[in-house]
């Protein structure tokens, strides 16, 4: 069925509710809750034909349906429920529309208590992993000389564990270490128990007990058990209760075990198993050997078939012959070697007159004499060139001399007390002293008067 939604996207109720839309939207409330825990008292068991339990769960002022289906109840349920018995119930709320009632579908029942436990017990999960103390897992011998379990000696888990130990390997070492498995001061001793078996000699120490309630093991979960088993100077094997049941025990042992039967067959060789290994292996050991042995055969007959074991007189006289091989091919080589020295020799003596001092100091003193004339007629070239280069420059001086210009009939003017010569009318006032520069000397007058060219 679809929802009216107003202009923001939210769903808008109508004016009036079918009884239908409002079980749905009931329905759809309740069920968004997800998964829910509710303790309470537990009123009104009703197990019905086909396997499914009806009851009800009440506290001072309200009181709520409930059902475990048949197909719940093994895992839900510990224990049948009792009237009156306190309990935390975990599950999912459930609308029944036809009745326009509601349930809580069940599907785990705790006795009420059990919740504050597990917390306490995942506290100190939390505070362990982070000491480092659920990451060690020692190796476990293959071999023991000696098994240490740490028991009650009433107890089933006991009894599981030795009718193991005869299946596999009857009278195999076990030492036991008594100690009550639960119980007001149970946890004091197991640890303590633990600490005896580890100081006992065994190779390895089992920690065992049958299943029970989350109280029952609980023992298991306290602080004590778990420092004994971190400080026992041998690998701990943890078989505590049924596969289903996770202990503090079994986070920090080396190896968990399922149940105390497991636990026997994870320390205890099987006897038979081992026999049949050793069986196997000593007729592969034999196979081998004979194999080594008719190989060593075969390579000794065929070292007496061969020509060094028949007769030892042919290697003498191969030696023989290969000496005098040598010996030919070393003559050769001397003489070949002796050859090729005195043809070096004589090389090396044609290369040494060629480079004889007497004969390079000729050649060198030629050399000087060619270049000694080519550097006086270089030398004799350069002073006529700077000669006349000279001769153009003093030219060319000579014509752009103010001298000589003078002597054409110039002169050039100065007024006293000024830098430069005067080339204009401009500043020149009546009473200046002008110097005036001519070829032969110099004429000082004084300016009587001025006149200026007017402006063309």
């Given at each position: 069925?679809?929802?009216?939604?107003?202009?923001?996207?939210?769903?808008?109720?109508?004016?009036?509710?079918?009884?239908?839309?409002?079980?749905?939207?009931?329905?759809?409330?309740?069920?968004?809750?997800?998964?829910?825990?509710?303790?309470?008292?537990?009123?009104?068991?009703?197990?019905?034909?086909?396997?499914?339990?009806?009851?009800?769960?009440?506290?001072?002022?309200?009181?709520?349906?409930?059902?475990?289906?048949?197909?719940?109840?093994?895992?839900?349920?510990?224990?049948?429920?009792?009237?009156?018995d306190k309990v935390v119930l975990h599950g999912k709320l459930e609308v029944y529309g036809p009745r326009g009632t509601y349930?809580?579908?069940?599907?785990?029942?705790?006795?009420?208590?059990?919740?504050?436990?597990?917390?306490?017990?995942?506290?100190?999960?939390?505070?362990?992993?982070?000491?480092?103390?659920?990451?060690?897992?020692?190796?476990?011998?293959?071999?023991?000389?000696?098994?240490?379990?740490?028991?009650?000696?009433?107890?089933?888990?006991?009894?599981?564990?030795?009718?193991?130990?005869?299946?596999?390997?009857?009278?195999y070492p076990v030492v036991l270490a008594h100690t009550p498995v639960q119980g007001v001061g149970a946890a004091a001793n197991?640890?303590?128990?633990?600490?005896?078996?580890?100081?006992?000699?065994?190779?390895?120490?089992?920690?065992?007990?049958?299943?029970?309630?989350?109280?029952?093991?609980?023992?298991?979960?306290?602080?004590?058990?778990?420092?004994?088993?971190?400080?026992?100077?041998?690998?701990?094997?943890?078989?505590?209760?049924?596969?289903?049941?996770?202990?503090?025990?079994?986070?920090?042992?080396?190896?968990?075990?399922?149940?105390?039967?497991?636990?026997a067959t994870q320390v205890i060789p099987d006897r038979r198993e081992l026999e049949d290994a050793l069986e196997r292996g000593?007729?592969?050991?034999?196979?081998?050997?004979?194999?080594?042995?008719?190989?060593?055969?075969?390579?000794?007959?065929?070292?007496?078939?061969?020509?060094?074991?028949?007769?030892?007189?042919?290697?003498?006289?191969?030696?023989?012959?290969?000496?005098?091989?040598?010996?030919?091919?070393?003559?050769?080589?001397?003489?070949?070697?002796?050859?090729?020295?005195?043809?070096?020799?004589?090389?090396?003596?044609?290369?040494?007159?060629?480079?004889?001092?007497?004969?390079?100091?000729?050649?060198?003193?030629?050399?000087?004499?060619?270049?000694?004339?080519?550097?006086?007629?270089?030398?004799?070239?350069?002073?006529?060139?700077?000669?006349?280069?000279?001769?153009?420059?003093?030219?060319?001086?000579?014509?752009?001399?103010?001298?000589?210009?003078?002597?054409?009939?110039?002169?050039?003017?100065?007024?006293?007390?000024?830098?430069?010569?005067?080339?204009?009318?401009?500043?020149?006032?009546?009473?200046?002293?002008?110097?005036?520069?001519?070829?032969?000397?110099?004429?000082?007058?004084?300016?009587?008067?001025?006149?200026?060219?007017?402006?063309?």
């Open positions: 069925m679809s929802e009216l939604f107003d202009a923001g996207g939210k769903p808008s109720a109508p004016r009036a509710w079918t009884v239908s839309q409002l079980t749905l939207r009931i329905r759809g409330m309740l069920e968004g809750l997800g998964r829910v825990s509710v303790e309470g008292e537990v009123s009104g068991v009703k197990p019905a034909a086909s396997g499914h339990v009806y009851f009800d769960l009440k506290d001072l002022d309200s009181k709520v349906s409930c059902v475990i289906w048949r197909s719940q109840t093994a895992t839900a349920l510990r224990a049948p429920l009792r009237e009156g349930n809580i579908v069940v599907n785990r029942v705790e006795a009420a208590g059990i919740g504050t436990l597990l917390a306490q017990l995942e506290k100190l999960k939390a505070e362990l992993r982070a000491r480092g103390w659920l990451d060690r897992k020692r190796e476990i011998p293959a071999l023991l000389k000696l098994v240490a379990v740490v028991t009650s000696r009433d107890g089933a888990a006991l009894q599981d564990f030795l009718r193991t130990r005869t299946l596999r390997w009857p009278l197991i640890a303590a128990a633990i600490a005896r078996a580890g100081a006992s000699g065994a190779d390895v120490v089992v920690v065992t007990r049958g299943g029970g309630s989350l109280e029952d093991l609980w023992a298991f979960n306290e602080l004590a058990v778990a420092e004994a088993i971190w400080n026992c100077p041998v690998p701990v094997v943890s078989g505590v209760g049924h596969e289903t049941d996770t202990t503090l025990c079994d986070l920090v042992a080396d190896l968990r075990a399922h149940t105390p039967t497991d636990a000593e007729s592969h050991l034999i196979e081998a050997i004979s194999s080594v042995l008719e190989a060593r055969a075969e390579r000794l007959e065929r070292a007496a078939q061969s020509r060094v074991l028949r007769d030892a007189g042919w290697i003498l006289e191969d030696r023989r012959e290969r000496v005098a091989r040598l010996g030919l091919q070393l003559a050769n080589a001397v003489r070949a070697l002796g050859e090729r020295g005195v043809g070096r020799l004589a090389e090396l003596r044609r290369r040494l007159e060629r480079r004889s001092p007497a004969q390079q100091l000729a050649q060198r003193s030629a050399r000087v004499g060619v270049a000694e004339a080519r550097l006086v007629a270089a030398s004799a070239r350069a002073r006529e060139g700077a000669a006349a280069r000279l001769q153009n420059l003093a030219g060319r001086l000579e014509a752009l001399s103010p001298l000589a210009v003078l002597a054409r009939g110039y002169s050039i003017t100065f007024v006293e007390g000024r830098e430069g010569a005067l080339r204009s009318t401009e500043g020149i006032s009546r009473g200046a002293t002008l110097r005036t520069r001519m070829a032969d000397g110099e004429v000082r007058s004084t300016v009587s008067e001025v006149r200026r060219t007017p402006d063309r």
